[in-house]
């Protein structure tokens, strides 16, 4: 039990280490390449994503995809938490990088991005729940073993991505 939380740990950690890079650096090595914006939305569902006249449900469904493993995370590793306890770090990890986004000008700061990633936090502690009634003891074991490949395709990938952006 000890070894999968360890191992829970470092895939969340790593998960968040490559969350940052992505959503604050806009996966750049520079500071001097990133987007100099600080601009805000405080209307839901409003300018940000409406791409010629209509939704642009791309990034509403990227940013809920993308912080689906904060509530699996949150519940593999908390998991006598209640529900509000479970979903709320899901709602102050976006708010934080909404915020740090509005502050350092690297992006636009946007409700309807707090609405998303909070809803793929509330996703994934459902997974986990529905996992958990199918799988009984074996939830963690399972999703470990899930994330340590993800994560490994994922680094692999972005290595991939990168070595061919320095050929370019």
Known sequence: MKKSKTLTGI??????ILLTWIILLKMQFSFSDLPHIRNINLIPFHASVIVNGTIDFDEIINNFLVFL????????????????RKIAPAFFLSLLYEILQYLFAIGATDITDL????????????????????????TVHILNIAA??????????????LGMSTYA
């Open 11 to 16: 895939l969340a950690a790593i998960y968040l």
């Open 69 to 84: 493993p904060v509530g699996l995370y949150t519940c593999m590793l908390k998991p006598h938490w209640n529900l509000f």
């Open 148 to 161: 340590a490949v993800c994560t490994v395709l994922l680094i692999a990938f972005l290595g991939l991505i």
């Open 115 to 138: 609405i998303s990633n909070t809803l793929g936090g509330c996703a994934g502690v459902l997974l986990f729940v529905l996992l958990t009634k199918i799988q009984k003891g074996r």
